[in-house]
């Protein structure tokens, strides 16, 4: 798959843009990298069955970036990203992943050092040559030598969204071989976390010769580290790692939980162990010689006193103490949910119409979906003015006139994502605004403000008594952006008081709220809403996603909007 390829020269032609002080285009190059990113089918075989109308249709990719992906997947060049590398040859995706360092830095680090590369930039700060320059300073030169040892410790590990696909193929495939009896993903990839490592998988077999001959020669695996009976690791083109280990049956259990970690969490679990004159480790628990618990998980948890806990809150967090006392959280599950409320149809910059979205939603089984287009201030997503959102507003009661007189109890709700400017306001009219079922508002525009400012910003919309939801509230994405600068306690503590939602955006690069948020916010008794910020139909299935760091996070249902019914949601917006 060519999708990974062009993101990231997507991304790449943003900084470019970006560095040349080009208005609005960066962002259209970085949208079109989002979707790339995530996309579920393979983009050349897009372009194959449906050729350039086909690329055309990807949400974010318009006319002159369906060409550039053409030729690339025509020739595997692209002449106008080569002519930027030729006027300056320089790792700009790898030069901005340091914090501080964004395009328009790297072109003076280019211009009077020479640096093309993280290895150049760490030389020349170590060798102080870099506060001398204009407009960096001995603080930005500190900065980026932090920067480049947070990077050294995040470096060669994959976002969940990218992984969990790849490794649930492998486990279908191994899954259809008579020899393997039972398979399970352990590791971070069970925990659900953001970032991934490598993938772990655990399996039950009598026959452990031949599932690791068909695990090494696996289509994908482009290196193989080691193959042994009880464990075999190979590389995957996609240049991630993955381990299978083959498991006696009466230890499974007590495998999969150790391997499923975290270390952090079995430390802890250890230790209650020991303090109980039992022993545990990944072949069971143990008294003496005797094997008290292994089969099942379930049964190792239970041999030590507390109920099983689930794989996404083992992260040594309180989850133990509470298991002890009975009193997990009876975290969110994904059927609890009941619609979604951040979906952009072809009315804005969408790919589908809000008929194929809903149809597409009731499949899912959900009992609404909320519309939510763009306002008019993104003017390259194609926002929405008063009027178009009127006539838009007018369709939707369309739609679900028809669904009423059909007998479906299915509903759309009519949303918006608005802008907040930087002076806090939003983008569009208040009698607009008024007109809809909810708002959402979030930041799309000017990242760097001063803390005090984003935060007053925010806090701003948070006011606006239209404004029910905000969206992607730290507007980080990961392994490219940082949040922005913002006092998030104030934030959360400004929307439990004027009574808001804040966001789980469920997009793979953004998770944000990210887990850790998630139970702050949590513990402030605060409500959160999971969606996907949907651009075509195949994105309503990232939901999982998001549900994945709201268990992490500890929420329950309650805490979760859109487990809502719909009569209830709509009181609580109203
Ligand atoms: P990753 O791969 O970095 O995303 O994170 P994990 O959690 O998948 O870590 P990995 O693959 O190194 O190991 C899988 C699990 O095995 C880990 O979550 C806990 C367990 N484990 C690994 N090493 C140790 C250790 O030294 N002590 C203990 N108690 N457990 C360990
Ligand atoms: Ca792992
Ligand atoms: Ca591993």
């Known amino acids: 798959m060519k999708n990974q390829e062009l993101s990231k020269i997507f991304n790449e032609i943003a900084e470019y843009l970006e560095m040349e002080g080009v208005a609005f ?44 992906i053409e030729e690339y997947l025509k020739t595997g060049k692209m002449e106008y990203y080569e002519e930027f590398k030729r006027k300056m040859p320089v790792e700009l995706d790898e ?64 976002l969940l969204g990218e992984i969990l696909p790849a490794a649930q193929a492998v486990m279908e495939k191994l899954q ?30 009598h026959d452990p010769g031949r599932v690791m001959d068909f695990f090494v020669s696996l289509p994908g695996v482009v290196k193989v580290w080691g193959k042994g009976t009880t464990k075999s690791s190979v590389r995957m083109k996609e240049g991630f790692d993955m381990d299978l280990r083959v498991i006696p049956p009466e230890s499974y259990g ?12 079995n430390i802890a679990l250890r230790k209650i162990a020991i303090d109980r004159g039992l022993k545990l480790s990944e072949y069971g628990l143990f008294q003496g010689p005797r094997r008290v618990a292994g089969k099942t ?31 997990l959280p009876r975290i969110i599950e994904h059927q609890d949910i009941k619609g979604d409320l951040h979906v952009h149809c ?37 926002g929405l003015d008063e009027e178009t959102l009127e006539k838009r507003n007018k369709e939707i009661d369309e739609i679900n006139d028809r669904f009423r007189q059909e007998g479906k109890k299915f509903r759309v709700l009519k949303g918006c994502e608005a802008n907040i400017m930087t002076d806090g306001t939003i983008d569009i009219d208040d009698e607009a605004l008024a007109q809809l079922d909810y708002v959402i508002a979030g930041v799309h525009s000017q990242f760097k403000m001063s803390r005090e400012e984003m935060t007053e910003r925010i806090i701003m919309a948070l006011k606006n008594p239209h404004v029910d939801i905000i969206s992607h509230p730290t507007g980080r994405i990961l392994k490219r952006r940082d949040e922005y600068e913002v006092d998030l306690g104030r934030v959360l503590e400004a929307a439990r008081d004027y009574r808001k939602v804040l966001e789980i955006n469920s997009y793979p690069e953004r ?52 487990t809502w019914p719909v009569e209830e949601l709509l009181q609580a917006f109203r």
């Open 511 to 562: 998770l944000d709220l990210n887990d850790v948020n998630i139970l702050r916010a949590k513990k402030l008794g605060m409500k959160m809403v999971i969606n996907t910020d949907t651009h075509q139909v195949s994105q309503l299935h990232l939901m999982k996603f998001g549900v994945g760091q709201a268990r992490r996070g500890w929420a329950e249902r309650g805490d979760i909007i859109n």
């Open 95 to 158: 030069i901005v992943k340091v914090e501080g360092v964004g395009p328009r830095k790297a072109k003076v680090l280019y211009e009077k050092l020479g640096i093309r590369n993280l290895k150049e930039m760490e030389d020349a700060a170590r060798a102080h040559k870099i506060a001398p320059l204009f407009g960096f300073g001995d603080k930005t030169e500190q900065n980026i030598l932090e920067a480049l040892e947070f990077l050294k410790r995040s470096h060669g590990r994959f």
């Open 25 to 68: 285009k960066p962002y259209a190059y970085q949208k079109a990298a989002l979707t790339l990113a995530t996309l579920k089918d393979d983009i050349g075989e897009i372009y194959q069955k449906r050729g350039l109308k086909g690329l055309k249709e990807i949400p974010g990719v318009g006319a002159s970036i369906a060409l550039k």
């Open 346 to 382: 072809n009315w804005n910059g969408g790919a589908n119409s809000i008929q194929e979205l809903a149809a597409a939603a009731m499949a899912l089984g959900y009992e609404y979906l909320g519309i939510s287009d763009h306002t008019k201030f993104l003017r390259i997503e194609r």
């Open 254 to 265: 007590a495998a999969l939980q150790y391997f499923t970690g975290s270390k952090d969490h």
């Open 176 to 205: 259809q071989l008579k020899e393997v009896e039972v398979i399970n993903t352990a590791g971070s990839v069970r925990r659900m976390k953001e970032t991934i490592g490598d993938v772990d998988l655990l399996v039950i077999s």
């Open 297 to 327: 998980e379930e049964e190792v948890y239970r041999a030590l006193g507390m109920a099983w806990i689930p794989p996404e809150m083992r992260e040594n967090l309180g989850e133990i103490d509470a298991a002890l006392e009975g009193r």
